[in-house]
């Protein structure tokens, strides 16, 4: 089963670390992925650019509005993915808990749902959607 662990963590620490410290933590990222990939369970991944370079896009009565930064203000930002093939939910924590990131931040694991025509509360047949 595809499981999304997002990767949440506050900038500003990050922005306190060292050249080192930094450079460090992005060689484990770099580890744990390939150790990901190579055993078959990381399908995808990567990290993101900064919040500030963030836009929220919303469409409203057919008009779109855009905003600068995220939808909301959080004290942890999310900076990164990783889409993960595992057994079950325990195996996807297993795996998210070796995930550099995670002793700065979180790392919220969700399941994919794939897209697919299911039956409504009501009983009538809808389209899934994101």
């Known amino acids: ?10 900038e500003q620490i990050m922005n306190q670390m060292s050249q080192q410290e930094w ?3 992005n060689q ?12 078959g369970h990381m399908l995808d991944g990567s ?5 500030e370079t963030a836009t929220t896009v919303r469409v409203r009565n057919g008009k779109v509005t ?3 930064g995220p939808f909301a203000e959080t004290k942890e930002q999310l900076a990164g993915f990783y ?9 996807a924590i297993q795996l998210a808990g070796n995930i550099p990131p995670a002793r700065y931040g979180s790392i919220e ?22």
């Not at 089963?1 to 506050?10: I, R």
């Not at 990290?47 to 919040?51: E, H, I, K, R």
């Not at 889409?83 to 195996?91: G, T, V």
């Open 1 to 10: 089963m595809k499981y999304l662990a997002l990767v949440y963590y506050q």
């Open 23 to 25: 450079d460090s933590l």
């Open 28 to 39: 484990e990222c770099m580890a744990c992925g390939e150790k990901l990939q190579s055993s």
């Open 47 to 51: 990290a993101l650019q900064s919040v």
């Open 66 to 68: 855009m905003t600068d």
């Open 83 to 91: 889409l993960l093939e595992a057994r079950d939910i325990n195996e």
């Open 109 to 130: 694991i969700r399941p994919v749902r794939e897209l697919q025509t299911e039956q409504n509360s009501s009983g009538g047949k809808r389209n899934s959607s994101p």
